[in-house]
């Protein structure tokens, strides 16, 4: 009787697994040699022990008492010393901060003349040197640490930088929206380009330019891309070759258009950044709310989805970024916080 | 005989179980069904807010009659005797948006003493490489900084927004541009002139 019953109770539940409401494991395929995963909504190892962040220190928001007071804190860098550098967009300001958050001094500011930035969004830290990405003068700004500027760098491929990394001993520069050309382009030192990572699809219409909107994240053997408006994400290799391509399944409900594509109405995701595992970290929106986005997801370096890592206590994330130490800043535009990654017993 | 009816009853409370089961399958498909209609009435309702335009007729009704808000006092400049306002954004509007109303203004000038003025923000090198190229032929231009940010403070939520104002007092008069159907039409200037009052 007993055994009627369980094989009467396993038919619906291999019913439930085969109409794929529960799917428990990343799908591998393959496709043209690029590694395609299809991920479940929560992650290879949602059941394991998840992250949790021990804040180490928290700026109060207000410009009191050597604390910075940000509009719009968009990015930050350290150097080697453990100094902290934040790009205010609103400003254009860098402000340097101790190790401890304390503010050092500022550089830069919003201009068109030698030094000063527009619509700045992204830098480097490199041996003495911040090289920002300012996009709206067209150019890389160089400046010292001390805030002294040096003659900036204008680069054929990229008429509007949005992203400047160093990786593997190059610098990485890419398109916030890539109309034409590449992506990203890697450089060398001494700035000459040596690949262009993931060329532009053809743009039939005007509003393909918004499925280009994308934000990078370096990692030791290639790019991460992620269209900030669509469920996808890429890795290049270096050498401009795709690695793989990978997404998370998502109940959202995206507007579509009449051929049933997506239209770009909602980000899909916020800011990214690689630990020295190299696993990355997305912060995504929230469909209940996409003003808010503070749910942080872990990826693999292979392109499979681990798990929900942990929930920023800020209510909309600007940048999530790890430091040399491994420890993480991260920014809602008003504060900063420098946190520890500990993963729960 | 007995063996059938066992058979028989086994088969019916499997039936029986197999129903029980498909039921509970159906219920919880049916609640993450709900689930999900919630979530997307959300989701949509936060979509359409984000692109609904603000109440535009409310805000330029509430403005005429007013006098020359932004930026620059009135002054009748070489015998000019409307001003014409437009602030805009190089960085949310279309740039045919913007040139679309310019041109729209610019036919009036024959007609009419009419001074058309662009307002504007210039952030970057890029941004003023397309103001001079492509908007600075068609009518001057003045730099103010964070005009977005003033503007919004005084309840200005989008651009281009233009301003139409009698250029001795600064009175306000008109807030839109002629449609495209008026382009050169007299009618809009004689409305102009119905509207000329001293300025309080």
């Known amino acids: 009787m007993r055994r009627e019953i369980g094989l009467a109770l396993l038919l619906p539940l291999s019913l439930m697994l085969a109409s794929g409401c529960i799917r428990a494991k990343a799908e591998v395929t393959e496709r043209d040699g690029v590694r395609v995963v299809s991920n479940s909504a929560e992650g290879d190892e949602r059941d394991r022990p998840h992250e949790r962040l021990h804040t180490l220190w928290k700026t109060t928001g207000t410009n009191v008492a ?223 709310n996409w003003k808010r986005g503070n749910e942080v997801y872990k990826f693999a370096p292979d392109g499979r989805l681990l798990q929900k890592a942990f929930e920023l206590p800020i209510l909309n994330a600007t940048m999530i970024r790890f430091d040399r130490d491994g420890n993480l800043l991260y920014s809602d535009g008003r504060t900063l916080t420098k946190a520890s990654v500990e993963r729960v017993p | 005989m007995s063996s059938a009816a066992d058979w028989t009853r086994r088969i019916l409370i499997g039936a029986l179980v197999l129903v029980a ?60 005797r409307y001003d014409v306002s437009i602030y805009f954004s190089l960085e949310r509007d279309c740039m045919s948006c913007v040139t679309d109303v310019v041109r729209q203004w610019n036919s009036m000038t024959g007609q009419a003493a009419i001074d058309v003025h662009g307002y504007t923000r210039v952030d970057g090198t890029r941004a003023r490489a397309v103001l001079e190229q492509e908007l600075r032929p068609l009518f001057p231009v003045t730099e103010i900084d964070d005009l977005e940010v003033k503007l919004k403070a005084m309840g200005v939520q989008y651009t281009p927004v233009v301003f139409v104002s009698d250029a001795a007092t600064g009175r306000i008069l008109f807030t839109h541009a002629p449609l495209p159907s008026q382009l050169g039409d007299r009618r809009v200037l004689e409305k102009l002139q119905t509207l000329i009052q001293p300025c309080a």
């Open chain 1, 66 to 288: 050597g604390q910075p007071g940000f509009e719009a804190a968009l990015w930050a860098d350290s150097d080697r010393g453990g100094n902290i550098y934040v790009l205010d967009h609103a400003t254009q300001r860098i402000t340097k901060l101790d190790a401890s958050g304390r503010v050092l001094g500022q550089l830069a500011g919003r201009g068109e003349k030698p030094g000063q930035l527009s619509k700045s969004e992204r830098f480097t830290w490199s041996d003495g040197y911040l090289y920002v990405a300012n996009g709206g003068n067209g150019r890389i700004e160089v400046l010292r640490d001390s805030g002294e500027a040096l003659p900036p760098i204008q680069l054929s491929e990229v008429k509007a930088p949005g992203e400047i990394y160093v990786a593997n001993g190059n610098f990485v520069v890419g398109k916030r929206f890539a109309r034409d050309g590449s992506y990203a382009y890697v450089y060398t030192p001494d700035w000459k380009v040596r690949s262009g990572l993931r060329k532009t699809d053809p743009i039939a219409a005007p509003i393909d330019i918004l499925r280009t909107h994308n934000t990078t994240c370096p990692s030791s053997d290639g790019l991460w891309i992620l269209s900030m408006l669509e469920n996808r994400i890429e890795k290049y290799g270096w050498d401009g070759r795709k690695l793989l391509e990978t997404s998370r399944d998502l109940d959202w409900d995206f507007p579509k258009d009449a051929r049933g594509r997506v239209l770009p109405e909602l980000l899909v995701h916020r800011a990214c950044t690689v630990d020295r595992a190299g696993n990355l970290y997305v912060v995504y929106s929230n469909p209940e």
């Open chain 2, 21 to 80: 089961g498909s039921q509970v399958y159906l219920a919880q498909q049916n609640r993450a069904l709900k689930q999900r209609v919630v979530s997307q009435s959300a989701a949509v309702a936060a979509v359409a807010d984000a692109h609904k335009p603000p109440d535009r007729s409310a805000y330029e009704a509430s403005m005429q009659g007013q006098c020359q808000p932004f930026f620059e006092t009135a002054a009748p400049k070489n015998g000019k």
